[in-house]
C-alpha cells in the first residue's frame, strides 16, 4: 500500500497545476501517473533516508569533533541566553502564563475524563 505523505500531496498537487500529470481518461496515462507517484515517494522515502544518516552524522560529530564540539557548547549558551531574555520580556510573559493555565485546564479536563 501507498502512503502519501503531505509532501507528497503538495507535490502532486504542484504537478496536477503545471499540467505535468497524465490526462485522467487515458488508461495508460493513468499507469504512467500512477508509477511517478510511486517514484515520487521512494524518492522522498529516500532523502528522509538521508535526512536521517545527515542527522545521526551531526550528532557524532558534536560529540567527537573538538572544534565542533566547543562551537555547539556556545551555541547551546547563547541559545538559553537568548530564552532567558526573551522570556523575561512583559508580553510574553503573559503568554507563557496564560499557556500554563490552559496546561493546567486540559491537564484538569482530561483527568476528569478519566
Known sequence: ??????RTGLLLAMLTVF???ARADDDNAANASSASVDRLQQMIDKRRDVELEMHKLRLEL?????DIN???EKIMA???????KIDANP???QLIKKS???DR???KSTADKK
Not at 547563547?78 to 532567558?84: A, P, R, S, V
Open 1 to 6: 500500500m501507498m502512503r502519501i505523505t503531505c
Open 19 to 21: 499540467g505535468w500529470t
Open 62 to 66: 558534536i560529540k567527537t569533533d573538538p
Open 70 to 72: 566547543r562551537l555547539h
Open 78 to 84: 547563547m541559545h538559553k541566553e537568548l530564552q532567558i
Open 91 to 93: 508580553m510574553m510573559q
Open 100 to 102: 500554563e493555565q490552559l
Open 105 to 107: 485546564e486540559i491537564k
